[in-house]
Nanobody, 125 residues
Framework: QVQLVESGGGLVQPGGSLRLSCAASGSILSINGMGWFRQAPGKEREVVAAISRGGRRTTWYVDSVKNRFTISRDDAKSTMYLQMNSLKPEDTGVYYC?????????????????WGQGTQVTVSS
């Protein structure tokens, strides 16, 4: 079992920045890929970014956040991060971190085994 806890969300003005953290505990050695997802009110959950466990640290971003968001992970600290810059109102939503014991860290939510409770990000003027 793996437990994930997100933190770092909040209210920010358009153009501002936030850094989300996802702390993992439990059977952390079983974690392979990790990812960030978000869900806006009335919309389906969507993938934001994903990162692999391997040495290449392959990353993927949804088009709407490319060049603004950066996903990273520190396996020694069992923590994943999402640095969000140049935030827009459409970035508003609940952000969830996810981890998989078998998935390399891609974009399909059904491949992830563990999920955090989410942290609210609101971008508003």
């Amino acid at each position: 079992q793996v437990q994930l806890v997100e933190s770092g969300g909040g209210l920010v003005q358009p153009g501002g920045s936030l850094r989300l953290s996802c702390a993992a505990s439990g059977s952390i050695l079983s974690i392979n890929g990790m990812g960030w997802f978000r869900q806006a009110p009335g919309k389906e959950r969507e993938v934001v970014a994903a990162i692999s466990r391997g040495g290449r640290r392959t990353t993927w971003y949804v088009d709407s956040v490319k060049n603004r968001f950066t996903i990273s992970r520190d396996d020694a600290k069992s923590t994943m991060y999402l640095q969000m810059n140049s935030l827009k109102p459409e970035d508003t939503g609940v952000y969830y971190c996810a981890a998989s014991s078998t998935y390399y860290g891609g974009t399909y939510s059904q491949r992830y085994d563990y999920w955090g409770q989410g942290t609210q990000v609101t971008v508003s003027s």
